[in-house]
């Protein structure tokens, strides 16, 4: 089973709300990646987790926060997003974060900040 | 940051054609990812090279890792309507961050 989960599918959010992304993955993998994806182009790394600790943090804005409450979750907590940051957010995972190992994607979070 | 220049970036054939995209770079990775994407879904992994000069098929998909490992491409054997999606090869850096090249839109028409 490859599978990672992520909820909700579609979100519509004002720029004063506060949301939540959420990811899942029971493969036991410890390394958990969110990715940032507009339309027609790559993946665009955010943040990287490693045994539920931030590893990586690709300088992205506070208003997107992270956290990994135990090694199977992975959440992005979402505040006075702009309207540039609508877009697919997607959750990978992989076993651990050495470069032998692949990353499995979620379905992703489409996003639309109004 | 490693970079991976993949081409061609739009590809529009028509069925049973045969196609090839590459993708390449000035240094080398330890291994490299193909993904395919359909619009609104997640990057679904197709295959893993890892070794220099390594070849994996997968049905009518071809994927060859260059000998020095800077290097890969996928061909496409007698392309069908779904394999219509974004194509993107991605290559191991240090942190185990992927580099993605910039994708490759292919269109097969019936």
């Known amino acids: 089973d490859t599978e990672v989960t992520q909820t909700p599918k579609h979100l519509v959010m004002g720029m004063t709300n506060k949301k939540s992304l959420k990811c899942e993955q029971h493969m036991g993998h410890r390394a958990m990646y969110w990715y940032k994806q507009k339309a027609k182009k790559p993946p665009e790394l955010m943040f990287v987790y490693s045994y539920e600790k931030l590893s990586i943090n690709e300088s992205v804005p506070s208003r997107f926060s992270p956290e990994c409450p135990n090694s199977s979750l992975l959440n992005l907590h979402l505040h006075a997003l702009q309207p540039e940051d609508s877009a697919l957010y997607l959750c990978?995972?992989?076993?651990?974060?050495?470069?032998?190992?692949?990353?499995?994607f979620g379905p992703g979070t489409r996003l639309t900040v109004t | 940051t490693q970079l991976l220049e993949q081409s061609p970036q739009f590809l529009s054939i028509q069925e049973g054609e045969n196609l090839t995209v590459y993708c390449n770079s000035s240094s080398v990775f330890s291994s490299l990812q193909w993904y395919r994407q359909e619009p609104g879904e997640g990057p679904v992994l197709l295959v893993t090279?890892?070794?220099?000069?390594e070849v994996k098929k997968l049905k009518r998909l071809t994927f060859q890792f260059g000998d020095a490992r800077k290097d890969s491409s996928l061909h496409i054997t007698a392309a069908q309507p779904g394999d219509t999606g974004l194509y993107l090869c991605?290559?191991?850096?240090?942190?185990?961050?992927?580099?993605f090249g910039a994708g490759t839109i292919l269109r097969v028409k019936s």
């Open positions: 090279v890892v070794t220099g000069g």
């Open positions: 991605a290559g191991k850096e240090y942190g185990n961050k992927l580099v």
């Open positions: 990978a995972s992989s076993y651990t974060s050495a470069p032998t190992y692949e990353q499995y």
